[in-house]
């Protein structure tokens, strides 16, 4: 799904995206777009942030009730502050106008590789392998869930692939690069800073901190580990 109300924008992104193969439905109005999200249920919304009658924000508070579509957010202003808008409601990515085209194909693909939430689940119980724990953290890495002292935490498919590459080798600090080729794929193009934004996501989900860091460890200067949980 598209959603810009630049009509010649709209329009070069959607045929970028069905020369690759894509079903696309755009639209330039933010109401519009989360009533036509529950009808076709889009893998992928590329969002601009201005748009009429609900910014690109709003539209994706609301699409995070129900969908867990990658989020492509797009803006005009490069203002730090938009960008962590934009991701602190469940934003996937971003991209500062003008961009190419082609850089936003590569990213959705390198996306679309990875796992829808729930996906990928084993009629197994799991077992000590599939399960990760962290004092009171307990990560269910085929299932894809994740409680803290027993509580389930909603994590976007974002923050939980950046948890999971985490807990994957709990004593190895993995770099900021590390961490997009693990999370984003080895063909992601942007700012390493981005991982910054889902730490700190992540951290106010499971009610941990920087300076704690009982969870998610930063070790300064080279990247990010986990905690202990204690």
């Known amino acids: 799904m598209v959603v810009e109300d630049e ?34 249920d889009p893998d992928v919304v590329v969002l601009d942030l201005g748009l009429p009658n609900l910014d690109g924000v709003e539209v994706c508070r609301r699409l995070r009730i129900f969908s867990d579509a990658y989020v492509v957010m797009l803006t005009a202003r490069a203002e730090e502050v938009d960008t962590l808008i934009g991701l602190s409601v469940g934003a996937d990515d971003y991209m500062t106008k003008p961009f190419s085209p082609r850089e936003l194909m590569a990213r959705i693909q390198a996306m679309l590789r990875r796992p829808r939430t729930g996906a990928a689940r084993s009629a197994e119980p799991v077992t000590a ?4 724990v962290f004092g009171d953290l307990a990560i ?29 080798d709990p004593g190895v600090v993995l770099t900021r690069a590390q961490l997009i080729e693990a999370v984003w794929g080895p063909t992601w193009i942007g ?12 951290r106010r989900k499971l009610g941990d901190d920087a300076v704690e860091g009982r969870y998610v460890r930063t070790v300064r200067g ?9």
């Open 129 to 132: 392998t599939q399960s990760r």
């Open 140 to 168: 269910d890495v085929v299932g894809r869930e994740v409680a803290v002292g027993g509580v389930p935490v909603a994590l976007t498919r974002t923050e939980f692939d950046v948890l999971a590459a985490l807990a994957r």
């Open 222 to 230: 080279v990247g990010y580990r986990m905690g202990s949980g204690s």
């Open 7 to 40: 009509t010649s924008l709209a329009d070069l992104v959607a045929a970028y995206l069905e020369r690759d193969g894509f079903e696309v439905t755009v639209t330039g109005d933010g109401s519009d777009a989360v009533d036509l999200a529950r009808q076709v």
């Open 191 to 202: 700012d390493e800073h981005l991982v910054d934004v889902h730490v700190g996501h992540l």
